[in-house]
């Protein structure tokens, strides 16, 4: 994935545009394979050479959801295939800049992004639900819990073992139910939410109430 990938999608985006001026449901799909391959492109930045990209990584994600601001005003995209597919790359856009900010330390603007990441998810599972969309949920929650447990109340401490024991559940199914080559992505990804869940009962048990209950942490 790279900006040749993206230029040669804007070309024949400019080519129809040129042609035919009409935003029929091709160009449509042809607009949300934009979004996808910048959000694409944005991931691939995020996580490569030390985080020396986050700037550039930031436009691409920024790019995807300003288009897919747009194409949300387009009445056949109200299509059910078209705008599951649309939520789908704001889910992983705003699940990026959530994790670029995290990175950056910049908290709070990074629980705004995932708590747009979790609510669009949300709204994709009423839709159709999915193994990917559940790792998806997985993954916004583990990030989440992340964020609240460096410098957390003890209200937000609890609701932080929440949404991390939610993520063990979720990736504990999956790892049950997943054969060949995304077990072992899905396992990576129970491993992390355990340790992080493991941290915040940690952090909890710190705590000099001793009527604070420790919440049970989902079976295995």
Do not use: C
């Not at 029929?24 to 996808?36: F, H, P, R, Y």
């Not at 129970?190 to 009527?211: G, R, V």
Request: no cysteine.
């Amino acid at each position: 994935m790279s900006i040749k990938d993206i230029n040669l999608i804007q070309s024949q985006l400019q080519l129809h545009q040129a042609t035919d001026g009409q935003f029929t449901i091709e160009v449509t799909k042809q607009e949300l394979l934009l979004n996808e391959t910048h959000v694409k492109l944005a991931d691939l930045l995020r996580t490569s050479r030390r985080g020396t990209n986050l700037e550039e990584s930031e436009y691409h994600y920024r790019q995807a959801l300003q288009e897919g601001a747009r194409l949300e005003s387009l009445v056949f995209l109200k299509k059910r295939p078209l705008l599951y597919n649309l939520r789908t790359v704001q889910v992983a856009a705003h699940l990026g800049l959530g994790s670029l900010y995290r990175d950056q330390n910049s908290n709070q603007k990074a629980i705004e992004q995932l708590t747009k990441a979790y609510n669009l998810t949300q709204e994709l599972i009423i839709i159709e639900d999915s193994p990917g969309q559940q790792g998806k949920l997985g993954i916004t929650l583990t990030t989440h819990g992340e964020i609240f447990t460096l410098d957390a109340t003890l209200e937000e401490t609890h609701s932080t073992l929440d949404k991390q024991q939610r993520a063990v559940a979720i990736f504990h199914e999956q790892e049950q139910t997943i054969k060949g080559p995304s077990r072992e992505s899905t396992l990576r990804k129970l491993m992390e939410a355990l340790i992080s869940m493991a941290d915040t009962q940690e952090k909890l048990e710190l705590y000099p109430n001793p009527f604070i209950a420790m919440r049970h942490t989902p079976p295995m």
